[in-house]
Nanobody
Framework: QVQLVESGGGLVQAGGSLRLSCAASGRTFSSYGMGWFRQAPGKERVFVSAITWDGMNTHYADSVKGRFTISRDNAKNTVYLRMNSLKPEDTAVYYC??????????????????WGQGTQVTVSS
């Protein structure tokens, strides 16, 4: 069992930056692949980024490539999402997720086993 708690969301002006954190409980965190998804009001939850268990491989949605960076610190049981050059269209609730398939970069929400409660990111124009 893995419990995930996101933090770091907030209100920021366009062009600004935020760093989201996702703290995980459980001794098996280091074996899980991790992902970030986001959901805007009235829209589906969509993939943002993923990272393998060892942090060696990452993948990004085209909409955030070059602006967002995913990373993890297995010693701290935490995964991060650094978001730069934020745009109003980045406004959403951001969720982190954990997958038992630690070596895969999964992009579909149903492939993840555990989810956090989400953190709101609002980007003003």
């Amino acid at each position: 069992q893995v419990q995930l708690v996101e933090s770091g969301g907030g209100l920021v002006q366009a062009g600004g930056s935020l760093r989201l954190s996702c703290a995980a409980s459980g001794r098996t965190f280091s074996s899980y692949g991790m992902g970030w998804f986001r959901q805007a009001p009235g829209k589906e939850r969509v993939f943002v980024s993923a990272i393998t268990w060892d942090g060696m491989n990452t993948h990004y949605a085209d909409s955030v490539k070059g602006r967002f960076t995913i990373s993890r610190d297995n010693a701290k049981n935490t995964v991060y999402l650094r978001m730069n050059s934020l745009k109003p269209e980045d406004t959403a609730v951001y969720y982190c997720a954990a997958s038992r398939f630690g070596s895969l970069l999964l992009q579909t929400a149903s492939q993840y086993d555990y989810w956090g409660q989400g953190t709101q990111v609002t980007v003003s124009s």
